[in-house]
């Protein structure tokens, strides 16, 4: 692999985003903590520095600070937003509050004899989100951007090849920005354009063939993608010597099991052993309506069932898991930061149950590459394009306790709504759609009777990272359509609702 782009996090909801379209020029990029010390960023061998955003204010007390000598390595750098403000800061210039702030598009112009802007167009809409701005430049530094309120919205000091830009390039709004990012990356930084899925498919397999050996590897199947990835990529570099446990809890989606069983017995031959446990979910469950008790006992019963059939098997050498890059950057990539996503189904496993070692092949990739790795593979697209799906399934989407007949309802209409949205090509255009089943019971009428049952929730959202999410606005025949069959085909429900909230205040799911 040639160089990489490093990325210092700063703490911007958009940092993950600024790394993908880095690698949407197929170029490699990682993210490291804003005050990674020095010698872990030359480490690497950057190409190029990118600063990212970040909420906090460079003026405040505490705030995110890094180590300036990454603006003397002689290495390109471009700050965005906080970035820049503490690029211009570190260098001798001023942050001030803006006169007034600017959120969402705001029309830029810019000044085309610039290096980082050089042949594009001189005005365009970009994604402003700040209060606080540029108020001088540091020495060496001339302004080369501007919005009606931001007199200095980019700047850069060529020579010394800094680069700072006020608005977020990396937010597909801003209709220049990828064209700024792949100015940046390939014509400042001179990066080769050597990421493609293909080649890294080739190394991960060779990878994987030195670091298991002659031995054995235990994996967790769950049905998604990241696990059937990891699955594919093992299966070739070791073939038979993969062994796979699918837990199935009873919460998973019409014909899930089955397609992760059909795929890795048929056309990935691997030792898959899925163990139908759903009568032990449903025991311990029992009387539980709290959803975070749910979530919670769901994991532990989990983790129990997966280490009884893990111990069945004898003593295996490896252990794998689909950790991906977001995980990795979650867990510790801002200072500070606590959260630690802990794979909700096999924590703490490898190291009790005794294994040489922990295979994580995924773990550079963020999910739009893993599906496109596992294209590479030759995963069905029935697998390869699955939406995200919640480790607990369809527990949390049957709201209140849960009992067999609940879920059996929940997973009927979910597969008409999954059926019908796909017929409609909305699987292209909608993030995640999904049916809810509310543990509302309300009147209807039925022939020429009454009917008191279920009232089931759509939910459709479009979202390009999960953490915000818009719903999405789905044809009014297609919810017809939808509605008429759930109520028809599945006894039990006699009503059909939409789902019309954003997150936030709402979240994607209902518990
Ligand atoms: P929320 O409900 O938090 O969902 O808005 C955001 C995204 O995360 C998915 N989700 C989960 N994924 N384990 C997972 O692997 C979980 O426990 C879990 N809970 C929510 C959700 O489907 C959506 O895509």
Known sequence: MSQPIVILNFGSQFTQL???????????SQVLACDAPIDEVKALNPAGIILSGGPASVNDEGALWFDPAVLTLGIPVLGICYGMQIMAKALGGSVARASKGEYGLSEVTLNTDSRLFAGLKPVSDSWMSHSQQVASLPDGFIA????GTCPIAAMENAPARLYGVQFHPEVTHSLLGEAIIRRFVLDICLCH????????????????KSAVGEGTVLLGLSGGVDSAVVAALIQKAIGDRLYCVLVDHGFMRKNEAQLASEVFTAHFPAHLFAVDASDRFFEKLKGITDPEQKRKIIGAEFVAVF??????LGALDHFAQGT????????GAVPGSVTIKSHHNVGGLPAELGFTSLIEPLRTLF???VRELGRVLG???????????????????????LTREKVNITRESDAILLEEFENAGLHKSVSQFFAVNTNLRSVGVMGDGRSYDTAI???????????????????????????????????????????????????????
């Open 307 to 312: 280490r009884e059939e893990a111990q069945k």
């Open 18 to 28: 600024i790394a993908r379209r880095v690698r949407q020029a197929h170029v490699f």
């Open 457 to 511: 929730a759509i939910r459709a959202v479009t979202t390009d990272d999960f953490m915000t999410a818009d719903w999405a606005r789905v044809p009014y025949d297609l919810l017809a359509l939808v509605s008429r069959r759930i109520t028809n085909e599945v006894p039990g429900v006699n009503r059909v609702l939409m789902d019309v909230t954003t997150k936030p205040p709402a979240s994607i799911e209902w518990e």
């Open 367 to 369: 999910k739009d590459e």
């Open 193 to 208: 354009q050597d990421w493609y899925m293909d080649s890294f498919a080739t190394r991960a397999i060779e990878e994987i």
């Open 144 to 147: 080369t951007a501007a919005t």
């Open 324 to 331: 991906i890059y977001p995980d990795v950057i979650e867990s």
């Open 379 to 401: 995963l069905p697209p029935a697998m390869t394009d699955r939406q995200p799906f919640p480790g607990p399934g369809l527990a949390i989407r049957t709201l209140g306790e």
